[in-house]
C-alpha cells in the first residue's frame, strides 16, 4: 500500500516529515510513505493519503486514492479545498493523547479564571499586590460547547474537579439560556457554515455579567469585534484564545495586548505522532482490507 504524507506537519508541532514517517512507518511497516513530490511523479500508485491541511490541489489527480486521513481533528480547512476529490472518504484525526490535553488546558484555564490566576498575573506586571475572594468549584457553572470527542473529555475532567459542569451540543436546543446559567463558556465545537459566528455580542449579551470565554474551538467560531467589544464594556471578564481567523495571529492585533486576552498559539492540544500514527494505521488497513473505516466525516454535515 502506497500512501501520501503531506501537509503543514510543522503547525502539528512535530515539524518534519521524517518524525511523521517514521511514527507511522512504525505503526504500518508494511506500507510505504510517500511525499508530495513521489507522489507526482506516481500519481496512480497512492492509495491512500495522510494529511495535515495539505495546499489546495494537492490530493487532486490521483486516479486509486480510496482515504483521505486527516492529521488534524478539525478537518474544516481541508473541507474548504474545492479540489478536494469529491466520493474519497475523509476521516477525522481522533487521537487519544490529543483528547486528553485538550481536556487538560480546558482544565488549566477554567482553574485559571476561576481562582482569578490570570487577574494575579495582570497584577505581578503592575507591581500591585491585592487578593480577591475565593469560590469553590461547585459554584462554579462551565458551559462547554461542543459534545464530540474533546467536548466530552473536557467536560468529564473538569466534573472530576469539582465544576458545575453542563454540555450543548446543536441539535436544536436553544442556546441563549444555557449561557445565561454559565460563568464560564468553553467553545469545542467543530467549525461548519452552521457555527461560524456562533460566539457573538447575542452572545456575549445572553451570558451573566463577567463571565469568560475559553475558546479551543476554531477562530471562526468567534465575531472578533462583538469579543473585543464585550471585553472593553467589562461584561466578559476574560477571554482565553487558542485559535484566530488568521494563525500566526497577526502583529499588532488587539489581542495580542490586551489586558483581559490570554493568547495560546493554536497550541490547546496537539496531535501526537505517536498515538497518532496507530489511529491512521488502522483506518489504512481498514481501507486495504475492505473492513468499517473510523472517525469519517459525514457529508452534509462538515465534520
Ligand atoms: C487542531 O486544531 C486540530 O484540528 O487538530
Redesign the pocket.
Known sequence: MKVLLCGDLAA?GWDTWQVWQRALAAAMPEAQWLDLAQARREPADVDAAVVANPPPGSLQGLPKLRLVQ??????DRLLADATLPAGVPVAR?VDPA?TAAMAETALWAVLSLHRGFFAYAQRQREGRWRVHAQRRADEVRVLVLGQGEMGRAAAARLAAQGYAVQGWRRDGSALAPRLAAADIVVNLLPLTPATTGLLDAGCFAALPPQAALVNLG?GAHVVDADLLAALDSGRLRHAVLD?FHEEPLPAGHPFWQHPRVTVLP?A????DPRSAAVVAALNLRAVRDGAPLRHLVEAGRGY
Request: aromatic residues 6%; hydrophobic residues 55%.
Open positions: 502539528t486527516s492529521l488534524w481533528a478539525g478537518v484525526m490529543m476554531r485559535v493554536h490547546a492540544a496537539q496531535t
